[in-house]
């Protein structure tokens, strides 16, 4: 609102009476005090009118702090981060760096195609010399139905012990081992009729049969944990034997054949060859605790 200007009064005329102090009197008209504003009136509820809006010329925004800050971040480049600092800012596994990833295996692998090619070369060379003794008990008009037929086990197990110690290892050794365990107590039998033996025999099968086969691995390739292996197999299949020919052939006599010497023998030499085993063991204790207390 525009400010009201009050009248001035006009000057005082000389020809006005004054008042008792001197000064000189002015007379207030009606008129001059039209435009003043009442002082005595009371105060209005209702707020005073506000100015009509002026309208505002365009004019470019003024800036503020917002706009100069966003201005500043636009206007400035992007630094790219470096190897430096994206290693400082990479978590550090307190554990350790993380495991790598397991290796993606080809569907071509050498190791399986050597694998299969020796599987195929031990059952090719199998068969053929099965099939040379075939040729030679056709042409010979040799006669095996009657002590010979545990040959049929006995030579593709031999076959198999020679490729495997030859080239391929175990993959062939233990298979032949087995075959030829097998075909050597089906010799036995057969030529004796001792067909209850099975029931004490099996330890040499499994697992006398399987350890021969890691002791002669463990002789090609020098290995001595095979060799270890393979002597405490074939020692465990030992005295499984022998337990149960004691108590099958000495006690219970399954089979009722007489094996003279060695069915006298073999509870005492059980006895032995226990005996023998627990004083290994607690000598072997006692100079591993001698040398820790050394320690």
């Known amino acids: 609102m525009g400010k009201r200007k009050r009248s001035s009064p006009p000057p005082p005329d000389e020809n006005s009476p004054a008042d008792e102090s001197g000064e000189p009197k002015v007379h207030v008209t009606s008129d001059m005090l039209a435009d003043s504003p009442d002082i005595f009136a009371k105060p209005s509820s209702q707020p005073p009118p506000e100015a009509a809006a002026e309208p505002v010329a365009d004019s470019p925004a003024e800036a503020t702090p917002e706009t100069e800050a966003m201005e500043t971040v636009e206007s400035e480049p992007v630094a790219e981060p470096d190897e430096t600092s994206l290693a400082a800012a990479t978590p550090v596994r307190e554990d350790g760096p993380a495991p790598p990833p397991p290796p993606i295996v080809p569907a071509y ?167 023998l085993v627990l004083l290994m063991r607690s000598l072997q204790r006692g100079r591993q605790q001698a040398s820790g207390t050394k320690l």
């Not at 692998?109 to 099965?130: F, K, T």
């Not at 049969?209 to 095979?226: H, P």
Request: cysteine-free; overall charge positive; proline content about 5%.
């Open 109 to 275: 692998s050498p190791v399986r195609e050597s694998r299969r090619w020796g599987s195929n070369m031990a059952i090719g060379v199998v068969l053929v010399v099965v099939g040379l003794f075939f040729l030679v008990v056709r042409v010979l008009d040799i006669d095996l139905s009657v002590y010979g037929w545990p040959l049929f086990v006995i030579i593709p197990g031999l076959t198999l012990v020679i490729v495997g110690f030859a080239s391929l290892g175990t993959g062939a050794l233990i298979p032949g081992s087995i075959l030829t365990m097998v075909g050597l107590i089906l010799a036995y039998q057969n030529a004796t009729g001792d067909w209850p033996a099975w029931a004490y025999a099996w330890p040499l099968v499994a697992p006398f049969s399987v350890g021969l086969a890691l002791f002669m691995q463990g002789l090609r390739t020098r290995d001595v944990g095979l060799l270890r292996q393979g002597r405490s197999l074939m020692f465990i299949g030992a005295v499984i034997f022998m337990i149960l020919f004691v108590v099958f052939e000495t006690i219970l006599h399954i089979s009722g054949i007489d094996y003279g010497w060695f069915g006298k023998a073999a509870l005492p030499a059980l006895l032995i060859i226990i005996g």
